[in-house]
């Protein structure tokens, strides 16, 4: 298949490019050529913005087209507008957090909506550098599920939506997993937050991006949730963390209530961690994906490769997670609540 990808520069996008190459397809990229300009040297190059200047995809085929970095629906429709004429099959990546309630968050739960103001406000911002959605803050869902719908009103019955949950892996820009793979292989006692069986669904990109081009060669349309593998708890991660890297460290387990009480904050400080009212964000269930052809590899192999990754590129200062300091205040502190 002829596959053109907007975005496939920075994470699931290149694993998307990836696993679409190792498939055996010829893939072209349209990006502004800001990032990476030297990756993926044996595939189409196209420069542009879609902000503004759409030219080089104009008089050309596709088999498929997948957007991998839209954030507002006026950007997507102008793409879907262009490209309906000229491909066969449009595939979005959507989030999980379109959804209103994070307990209701099968294919057909209610959804986030935006008011005209909000979205006029968010169509005005101009984002520096790759696209990024804390940019949206609460409206990131809404905006999300604004351009699911743009898409499929411009090509409908052609457009595969794919909402994914907590995404891991080589790669990732957030460190949220990255955080915990290089804190337990370094070992001693390590902070473990909330219950031990607390679910935490967790899912290699390079799983998703597999699926994903699967997906599209199969010419599927609707929507699919992607989330990691059943059963997995906050205990199992962790230990995959340790038997990945060799670590013998320990789990020093604080509640709910002693991690809210010295102001510990959720996700980033402690990522992966949400209060137990908010934890159906990372419950997400899988079960239309699964049945689709979505597979899982092990969890022990994800944390063998991004601990491999983030040794490669030296192991810089985390976007996410405890400080040294925080974490060794916070142990003394759980010590002397006796647990």
Not at 25 to 47: C, D, I, M, S, Y
Request: net charge neutral; hydrophobic share 40%.
């Amino acid at each position: 298949m002829k596959i053109l990808i907007l975005g496939g520069t920075l994470f699931v996008g290149r694993h998307i490019v990836e696993a679409a190459l190792t498939r055996g397809h010829q893939v072209t990229l349209f990006n502004r050529g800001r990032q990476a300009p030297g990756l993926f040297p044996e595939v189409e190059r196209l420069t542009g913005d879609r902000r503004g200047d759409l030219g080089a995809l104009r008089g050309r085929r596709w088999d498929a087209v997948i957007d991998t970095a839209a954030y507002v629906p006026s950007i997507v429709r102008r793409a879907v507008r262009l490209l309906s004429p000229a491909v066969e099959h449009y595939t979005f990546i959507s989030t999980r957090s379109v959804y209103v309630d994070p307990a209701n968050s099968g294919e057909d739960g209610p959804v986030a909506t935006l008011t005209e103001e909000a979205l006029r406000a968010a169509e005005a911002i101009e984002p520096e550098g790759p696209s990024n959605a804390s940019l949206y803050g609460e409206h990131y869902g809404a905006l999300k599920v604004c351009c699911e719908r743009a898409a499929e009103e411009e090509m409908p019955g052609r457009v595969l939506v794919l909402r994914p949950g907590l995404i891991v892996g080589p790669l990732d820009p957030t460190d949220r997993f990255t955080y915990w793979v290089r804190r337990v292989a370094r070992g001693g006692d390590v902070l473990a937050p909330g219950r031990p069986e607390r679910p935490v669904r967790a899912l290699d990109a390079r799983d998703f991006a597999a699926w994903c081009v699967q997906r599209i060669e199969a010419r599927t349309p609707g929507v699919f949730n992607a989330a990691g593998a059943d059963g997995v708890t906050m205990q199992n991660l962790l230990d995959a963390c340790a038997r990945g890297s060799g670590s013998e460290a320990h789990f020093a387990w604080a509640s709910e209530a002693f991690l809210l009480a010295h102001g510990v904050a959720p996700w980033s400080e402690l990522p992966l961690w949400l209060p137990e009212k908010n934890n159906a964000f990372l419950e997400t269930g899988n079960a239309k994906a699964v049945s689709a052809g979505l597979t899982f590899r092990p969890l022990v192999e994800t944390v063998r490769d991004t601990l491999a990754w983030d040794r490669s590129r030296g192991e810089p200062a985390l976007r996410a997670g405890l400080t040294p300091l925080r974490e060794a205040e916070l142990l003394a502190a759980l010590a002397g609540a006796g647990r």
